[in-house]
């Protein structure tokens, strides 16, 4: 049994901030590169941010600066800190785990609404 599981998703005023959590179950996730993406209405999935295990990360043009992902392998979760939202960044959110070879599967979230006024 695998699952990713999200939350924090929500409505927030332009400006404000936001964190998303996603807690993948086994052990076995510990050790995968993980990131989050989002869909917005009308467009294509955009990656935002990875990090490795080690801490490595890597972010998108349009969230540099704002985004913050970050990783605990002890409790096998990843979150991002949204700050200095903006409307354009109203999307739906999905935590994903990646490959650590060809042998094994990667896994995605269900996916969690995050909505930004004006």
């Known amino acids: 049994q695998v699952q990713l599981v999200e939350s924090g998703g929500g409505l927030v005023q332009a400006g404000g901030s936001l964190r998303l959590s996603c807690t993948a179950s086994?052990?076995?996730?510990?050790?995968?590169?993980m990131a989050w993406y989002r869909q917005a209405p009308g467009k294509q999935r955009e990656l935002l941010a990875r990090?490795?295990?080690?801490?490595?990360?890597n972010y998108a043009d349009s969230v540099k600066g704002r985004f913050t992902i970050s990783r605990d392998n002890a409790k096998t979760t990843v979150d991002l800190q949204m700050n200095s939202l903006k409307p354009e960044d109203t999307a739906v959110y999905y935590c994903?785990?990646?490959?650590?070879?060809?042998?094994?599967?990667?896994?995605w979230g269900q996916g969690t609404q995050v909505t930004v006024s004006s």
């Open positions: 994903y785990v990646g490959r650590v070879n060809s042998e094994v599967r990667d896994y």
């Open positions: 086994g052990s076995f996730f510990r050790i995968r590169p």
């Open positions: 990090i490795s295990y080690g801490g490595t990360t």
